[in-house]
């Protein structure tokens, strides 16, 4: 580990070297120290609750056989799914947003997530699968949208405002497929598509998180690995060039990258909205840095999906609400504030 004034250099295995700014390196453990409380109060939280520090006791292996079975069997999948998925969409989101060089480039408004949905619709409605087919189909789909718009993007490479502009003409195409492909389900089918499309932990065990699990422990290391190329590439694709960074390849990779982790998110919990827009913003805020925290947005990610998990099953009453139906409420509330900010600073 190579220290200086400003930041800190961690060599990690296989030649992969993190630069960690100061205080993106104290956000980013304070966000960790939030979420791991979160889960426990989440895991704590229900019909049978159980005190924080039994939830923990029980975590390590030293609660009752009831804990043991309420803890392990039925609350920790969920809130796992919960961290991965809100990590993997804090962090799409900052390399979209980074990628672009624009605070709309979110995978919610690239048409990513549509795809996903395209891809779970067509296995539920036209095939009639089961629940594992169908999150092979949301990543199959999200994966074959996210190659379509880079490919209709592409022209001597990508442009931030024009990847933006093909995202939002994708996402009307594949809204219109979906609600076609709806207008032509039979009710079981029209009403499995729609509890899918509103976004849900509810139910999530560990065939959802084992896949997830790994599918992060992959990608992850390898976006943070390129945190540094995609620093110098938002000073501008000619800057990045000079610096010896072989742009087009390196956009390619972080993109399929994050197509998968959007992908993978969706096909765990369904079409989760403005997690990807909201977190890297406020990463960036709080670490008051002037390029993408990929770090830092993905413990955030996790941290707003925690907490509106916890409201989803909370706040209103004894009516739970799925929790991309809260993420939604509060997302288009944030994305009405982004557009007046961005608008008064003269960058829209």
């Known amino acids: 580990m190579t220290v200086t004034a400003k930041a800190r250099r961690l060599n990690l295995p296989g030649g992969i070297s993190l630069r960690v700014e100061r205080r993106a390196l104290a956000v980013g453990a304070l966000l960790a120290v939030v979420a791991l409380a979160l889960a426990v109060l989440l895991i704590g939280t229900g019909d049978f609750p159980i005190a924080p520090w039994d939830v923990v006791q029980t975590l390590l292996g030293n609660g009752t056989p009831a804990n043991d079975f309420i803890v392990n069997d039925l609350r920790l999948p969920r809130v796992l799914v919960a961290l991965l998925v809100g990590a993997a969409l804090g962090m799409s989101g900052a390399v979209f947003q980074s990628v672009s060089r624009n605070p709309l480039g979110s995978p919610d408004l690239l048409g990513f997530g549509y795809g996903s949905a395209v891809g779970a619709l067509v296995v539920i409605i036209l095939f009639k699968g089961d629940a594992t087919e169908v999150a092979v189909g949301a990543l199959v789909g999200g994966v074959l949208a996210g190659l379509a718009v880079y ?10 405002y024009r990847l933006v502009l093909v995202g939002i003409g994708a996402s009307a195409m594949l809204i219109a497929v979906i609600q076609c492909l709806i207008t032509k389900a039979q009710m079981v089918e029209a009403t499995r598509a729609m509890v899918w499309l509103t976004g849900s932990l509810a139910g999530r065990d560990w065939a959802q998180v084992w896949p997830l699990l790994a599918l992060c422990a992959v990608v992850f290391p390898l976006v943070l690995g390129q945190g540094r190329a995609l620093r110098m590439m938002e ?68 941290v707003l999906l925690l907490v509106s998990d916890w ?16 993420t939604g409420l509060v997302g288009g509330v944030y994305l009405l504030w982004l557009l007046v900010t961005e608008r008064k600073a003269g960058r829209i």
């Open 151 to 160: 490919l209709l993007a592409y022209k001597r490479g990508i442009q931030g």
């Open 235 to 302: 000073m501008g694709d000619d800057a990045a060039y000079a610096l010896g960074v072989r742009v087009e390849r390196t956009r390619l990779l972080l993109m399929l990258a994050a197509i998968v982790l959007t992908t993978a998110a969706s096909a765990a919990a369904g079409p989760i909205s403005f997690v990807a827009l909201a977190a890297p913003q406020l990463a960036r805020r709080l670490t008051r840095s002037p390029g993408g925290s990929l770090l830092t947005a993905a413990l955030m990610g996790s």
């Open 311 to 326: 409201a989803s099953q909370r706040a209103f009453g004894a009516d739970q609400l799925p929790v991309g139906v809260v």
